[in-house]
T-cell receptor, first 114, second 109 residues
Framework: KAGVTQTPRYLIKTRGQQVTLSCSPI?????VSWYQQTPGQGLQFLFE???????NKGNFPGRFSGRQFSNSRSEMNVSTLELGDSALYLC?????????????FGSGTRLTVV | DQQVKQNSPSLSVQEGRISILNCDYT??????FLWYKKYPAEGPTFLIS?????DKNEDGRFTVFLNKSAKHLSLHIVPSQPGDSAVYFC????????FGEGTQLTVNP
């Protein structure tokens, strides 16, 4: 079966710009979660979507937002980019909410803010 | 506030020996613990988990131990193989996953 697809793989943006990242889950998976990975910080939870509704949110500023479509594909948006937003952004899909051992992660989008 | 900590950024072991990766946590509300493995340019993959009501779980070469009184989690890999070389993340959950910083394991042939 096809895995979790994240696009684009790499992105370079300038401070102050905004960016949209996309995540296509495994077919049949209805939950999509987003994580930010930075060196020395591990993965930090951004938000979880299930059935087009945000079900859980991490401790990130309002510049970080997301949505989920009826086909379970999800996007996350970061507005007014800062240098500190440079990171690997990972999404994970699963059949159900909080099915952490059923997570399938994508390969991530590497965002560089200059 | 780092609620899940992996104090060793790296670990190097010889092929065939035991690898022990450690993880400490501070939140006593965590009820489920997991280990993920990550190769370069790939997303993490689930390895093994343990519920807070257990103290040990085994899956082949991988065993996870949970010491609730010490708030300590460990992953044992026996025997270690070169293909095990990867970054290992521990994670803990209540309603969401909280990850540690990761430990780079290198298994030398």
């Amino acid at each position: 079966k096809a895995g979790v697809t994240q696009t684009p793989r790499y992105l370079i943006k300038t401070r102050g710009q905004q960016v949209t990242l996309s995540c296509s889950p495994i077919s049949g998976h209805r939950s999509v979660s987003w994580y930010q990975q930075t060196p020395g910080q591990g993965l930090q939870f951004l938000f979880e979507y299930f059935s087009e509704t945000q079900r859980n949110k991490g401790n990130f500023p309002g510049r970080f937002s997301g949505r989920q479509f009826s086909n379970s594909r999800s996007e996350m948006n970061v507005s007014t980019l800062e240098l500190g937003d440079s990171a690997l952004y990972l999404c994970a899909s699963s059949l159900a909410m909080r099915s952490f051992d059923g997570y399938t992660f994508g390969s991530g989008t590497r965002l560089t803010v200059v | 506030d780092q609620q899940v900590k992996q104090n060793s950024p790296s670990l190097s072991v010889q092929e065939g020996r035991i690898s022990i990766l450690n993880c400490d946590y501070t939140n006593s509300m965590f009820d489920y613990f997991l280990w993920y493995k990550k190769y370069p340019a790939e997303g993490p993959t689930f390895l093994i988990s343990i519920s807070s009501i257990k103290d040990k779980n085994e899956d082949g070469r991988f065993t996870v131990f949970l010491n609730k009184s010490a708030k300590h989690l460990s992953l044992h890999i026996v025997p270690s193989q070169p293909g095990d070389s990867a970054v290992y993340f521990c994670a803990a959950s209540v309603s969401r996953l909280t990850f540690g910083e990761g430990t780079q394991l290198t298994v030398n042939p």
